[in-house]
């Protein structure tokens, strides 16, 4: 009998090699021969399926049907092991350390501010592209678009909150509307969900529900980046959250270290935490001298290691930057340094700024800093790789540049360029970035890797240009 299912299988094989010269209704008469016996097999083909029937009444013919696929439970298992792995770079790292971090498995929230299929004739999934904003502000405002490639199959929406795990594979640049080149960190997804989700904890490090830092982060000693780095957490590690300074951004801990709340997954709620104001900072991190050198951003997630704030006021017009003899310069002074030579050419003060007719708000107000430079290298390369220009206040505080009122600033300003934008050797260049500050922030300065402050003045004297 085994021999005659045998039979009967590359019979229906065979059929079904042929079934697109079959009408819409047909049978066909199959002979098989099993241990010198010929059974006749009456195979009946129709728009439903196929049906098989035989003359011998001591041969049973099954139900004919499709076989389900099979789920790859090794490749789930893989794909949950995969997203569990992943962690969230703060993008202002991503972006300016993108070579860095090229291969990671991340994990991104956001929403989706557009959606393409990708353009390939001959592919039977030619998959989409999306760009996705993953840093939300107030009113549900977002920015900070990444570049998202997307093999999938199912279909999202614009406006849609999604979550993208996938791989960092460098930076996409492409031609904006105003011919001007755009460049955004991707990501190659390998799983994007609808909705905010968590990654799959792998173990038992966690209860369900519990408290857990969802990127790698430093730990300080104190409710701010000003404090001291006193220790690290890793993505998924289970927190122990015993109280919350009185803003409710910073948690501490069961051994008093300090974590920023926007890195925890699942916290509680802030009316169920004591307030704890943490120690006084130190007089370095209040104020430094004229000479002192500010240390490069951190690289973890936190994405804001403390400074050595410079004087409100220098104490002396700073001279120039020829000179060496002064680390504060003033609006205007040249910078010659690691490359390049640059200088702070203009600052605007904005509640929106605009591309076209989109707006993009400011929770505070933005600080657009706008910088000439030129590329005195013999290689190709980028003005944020070897200058990292940041925005410090006075007490220390650092503020990351946001990537979209950024692009926005750029188009709004006469489409200059941005902080990634590639620079040949002697070419000159207008970059524009835009920093989202508190209303009442005093006195800011220009940092850099150079060693290099610019004083930028009071922001909250600044008037606005807003109409």
């Known amino acids: 009998m085994s021999r005659f299912l045998t039979a009967l299988i590359t019979a229906l094989l065979l059929l079904a090699a042929t079934q697109s010269t079959a009408h819409a209704v047909d049978d066909y ?14 195979v009946t083909i129709e728009s439903g399926g196929i049906a098989v029937s035989t003359d011998a009444k001591t041969v049973t013919i099954g139900k004919v049907m499709a076989v389900p696929p099979l789920v790859d439970l090794a490749a789930q298992q893989d794909l949950e092991a995969r997203k569990a792995a992943a962690v969230t770079i703060a993008y202002a790292d991503l972006f300016r350390h993108n070579e860095d971090h090229i291969g990671k498995t991340v994990r991104y929230a956001g929403k989706v501010v557009e959606v393409q299929e990708n353009v390939c004739i001959l592919c039977e999934n030619p998959g989409y592209h999306l760009r996705v904003e993953v840093t939300k502000g107030s009113y549900d405002l977002w920015g900070d678009p990444i570049w998202v490639e997307y093999m999938g199959t199912e279909r999202f929406l614009e406006d849609d909150i999604v979550t993208v795990w996938g791989v960092v594979d460098g930076l996409k640049k492409y031609i904006a509307v105003l011919s001007n080149q755009i460049t955004l960190p991707q990501i190659t997804a390998f799983e994007v969900q609808l909705g905010e ?64 709340a926007f890195l925890v997954d699942n916290a509680p709620a802030i009316v169920d935490l004591p307030v704890v104001e943490g120690p006084a900072l130190p007089a370095a991190s209040l104020a430094a ?84 430079a030129t590329n005195l290298q013999s290689g190709t390369d980028y003005f944020d790789r070897n200058i990292d220009p940041w925005v410090t206040d006075a007490a220390g505080k650092v503020y990351s540049t946001s990537g979209t009122a950024s692009g926005y600033a750029g188009w709004q300003y006469g489409g200059i360029s941005s902080l990634f934008t590639n620079v040949d050797p002697g070419d000159f260049v207008r970059i524009a970035f835009a920093v989202d500050l508190p209303d009442d922030t005093g006195n800011v300065l220009l940092s850099t890797d150079v060693g290099k402050w610019v004083a930028l003045g009071n922001f909250a004297a600044m008037p606005t240009e807003d109409n």
């Open 197 to 260: 989700i968590a990654n799959p904890q792998p173990g038992a490090a966690a209860a369900p529900g519990a408290p857990i830092a969802n990127r790698d982060a430093n730990l300080r000693g104190g409710p701010g980046t000003g404090y001291v780095v006193v220790g690290g957490v890793d993505a998924g590690d289970a927190l122990t959250i015993v109280a919350r300074n009185s803003a409710g951004d910073w948690f501490q801990l069961a051994d008093e270290a300090w974590l920023a």
């Open 289 to 372: 001298t004229v000479t002192a050198t500010p240390q490069a951003q951190s690289t973890t997630a936190e994405s804001t290691t403390a400074e050595p704030a410079a004087p409100a006021e220098p104490a002396a017009q700073p001279e120039t930057a020829a000179t060496g003899s002064s680390s504060i310069l003033a609006v205007g002074q040249e910078i010659e340094a690691n490359g390049w030579r640059f200088k702070v050419s203009e600052l605007h003060k904005r509640k929106a700024v605009y591309f076209y007719s989109d707006a993009h708000v400011a929770m505070g107000h933005f600080l657009v800093v706008i910088i000439d």
């Open 29 to 42: 008469l199959v002979p098989i021969t099993v241990g010198g016996k010929t059974y006749t097999l009456t």
